[in-house]
């Protein structure tokens, strides 16, 4: 393929959901789709160009040391493309290193970056096995490819999804701490094995997780959210969560979890009638602490979007 004809592929315009993965006792298995996006406008140039706006906009904005172009490049390389620059515009409404998916949507924009304008033919699995290979584990691109609540496992590449649409009627509220946390320490802070009542209480839990979300069943989650794999090991690191997760069965707030490896926290929930009282007790409940940032959101229905030549997609099982 020729220069001309990879710089040929028009205009692609991306818009990926933040995500919220483990919940719990569903740990690098569960997750699901935030109304909060990584939103990119990308078309061939003459240079590498980004304008950023939004959360961690200068870290965005670096052509050095960015993850969506390091994707980009070495995919195109590894697949014997040549490396058309681009020129970006990007709205960033995921917090970097927040446990919010922010390296699952960077990730899945490379790769459908490089897709489009490498001209590679992917199609929608490919792209997120491709993802999923990149993650290390599948719960955050598939939430963030196919939207939804998912539960998911891998079988050496092949990403076997299963999805439901979460009750409309939920909401979440994410926690924010002031400082980041990287996915690399909070995975530091996890033992090399487990007892067998810890395992089986996670399985247990885990096995309720699924239902809930697929039965509505609200007050399953308080029990479906207990975790014993990865939490009790992470809550040194992410002060907020012993402090939350008291209050899930209260307030309106049917769960509450780190979300991802943290350190913000995830709580979901009953109704959208209920989050006053449910922010007013989370405040409540971290007083003397750093004020967080409250982001309250709902639970999407629906996946990564992608709007290339006039066409539009919307990537969803």
Not at 65 to 94: C, F, S, T, W
Not at 166 to 181: G, T
Request: glycine share 10%; net charge negative; aromatic share 4%.
């Amino acid at each position: 393929m020729s220069d001309a004809q990879s710089a040929e592929a028009g205009r692609i315009k991306l818009r990926l959901p933040a995500t919220s993965a483990n919940l719990g006792s569903g740990f690098d298995a569960a997750a699901v789709a935030l109304d909060f996006y990584l939103e990119i406008d990308a078309e061939a140039a003459s240079e590498f160009l980004i304008a950023a706006t939004g959360h961690d906009a200068e870290r965005c904005g670096r052509i050095e040391d960015n993850l969506i172009l390091e994707i980009y490049k070495g995919l195109l390389k590894q697949h014997d493309r040549p490396i058309v620059p681009l020129a970006m515009r990007m709205v960033n409404g995921i917090p970097l290193g927040m446990g919010c998916g922010s390296s699952a949507s960077g990730r899945l924009a490379g790769i459908v970056l490089a897709n489009h304008f490498g001209q590679l033919g992917w199609s929608s699995d490919q792209i997120l096995e491709e993802a999923c290979a990149l993650e290390g584990h599948p719960d955050n691109a598939a939430a963030c490819w196919l939207g939804g609540f998912v539960a998911t496992a891998s079988e050496g590449r092949k990403v076997h999804v299963a999805r439901v649409t979460p009750p409309a009627a939920w909401r979440a509220i994410v926690v924010l701490p002031a400082e980041p946390l990287a996915t690399s320490s909070a995975r530091a802070m996890l033992p090399e094995s487990y007892d067998r009542d810890d395992v089986v209480a996670n399985l247990q839990a885990a096995a309720l997780l699924g239902l809930a979300f697929a039965q509505s069943r609200g007050d399953l989650l308080r029990v479906a959210m207990i975790d014993r794999i990865h939490q009790p090991y992470r809550a040194a690191i992410c002060p907020l969560l012993p402090r939350l997760l008291p209050l899930a069965g209260s307030h309106g707030i049917l769960g509450a979890a780190l979300s991802g490896a943290g350190p913000a926290v995830l709580v979901i929930v009953e109704s959208e009638v209920s989050l006053g009282r449910a922010s007013a007790a989370i405040r409540a409940a971290v007083e003397g602490m750093a004020e967080p940032e409250l982001m309250i959101c709902r639970l999407l229905p629906d996946g990564t979007t992608i709007t290339q030549a006039g066409a539009h997609q919307e990537f969803m099982i």
